[in-house]
């Protein structure tokens, strides 16, 4: 059986009735400190300071990338292997011909110029060692047409100490 709950007895008198001759206004809940705002931190100096960091590691990534591809080019491998050969260049650098490693690469040595065999040309400079002195290597070479072979230009060594060394070399 459910319980009923007696209803409640009709107002007697209604609420008076409000005209409202404005549009209401709400009241603060609290009131706002007096004191000025703290001043915004500057934060371009560190978003300059990122974006040069992130530019100059892209930077050298793409350098040490091209540099990686140029020691493994065909081109760095048949100089390598001609300069080992080369009885006149073992007299003046001594045995075990090698590219010389640099610091800052890891032990890989670092290759000037540039290898556009597509365009037709190469041009390249580093430093070779051996186990008594060291040099520099100069190689240029040139191709005149498409299809024709490529000319050898300049190849040579030049030790430290001066002495300088035309490597004789197949065409490419």
């Known amino acids: 059986m459910e319980t009923q709950w007696p209803k409640r007895p009709p107002p007697k008198e209604l609420p008076p009735a409000v005209n409202f001759t404005e549009a209401s206004k709400p009241k603060q809940y609290y009131r ?3 004191r000025d705002l703290p001043p915004l931190e500057k934060r371009w100096p560190i978003l300059l300071a990122f974006a040069t960091v992130g530019v100059s590691v892209w930077g050298l990534f793409l350098a040490w990338s091209e540099n990686q591809e140029k020691l ?3 081109v760095m491998r048949q100089i390598m292997d001609t300069i080992r050969g080369s009885a006149e260049l073992r007299e003046v650098l001594g ?3 090698r ?3 640099v610091w800052w690469l890891n032990g890989d ?6 290898i556009r065999l597509m365009q037709g040309n190469v041009d390249l400079s580093f ?4 186990h008594e002195r060291a040099g520099t290597l100069y190689f240029t070479s040139i191709r005149k047409a498409k299809g024709e072979p490529f000319t050898i230009l300049r190849f040579k060594v030049i030790a430290d100490d001066g002495t300088t060394v035309d490597v004789p070399g ?3």
């Open 32 to 34: 706002r400190p007096e």
């Open 170 to 172: 197949a065409n490419l």
């Open 109 to 114: 040595p670092w290759i000037n110029g540039s």
């Open 95 to 97: 045995e075990a011909i």
């Open 127 to 130: 430093r070779l060692k051996g």
């Open 99 to 101: 590219p010389e490693p």
């Open 72 to 74: 493994s080019s065909s």
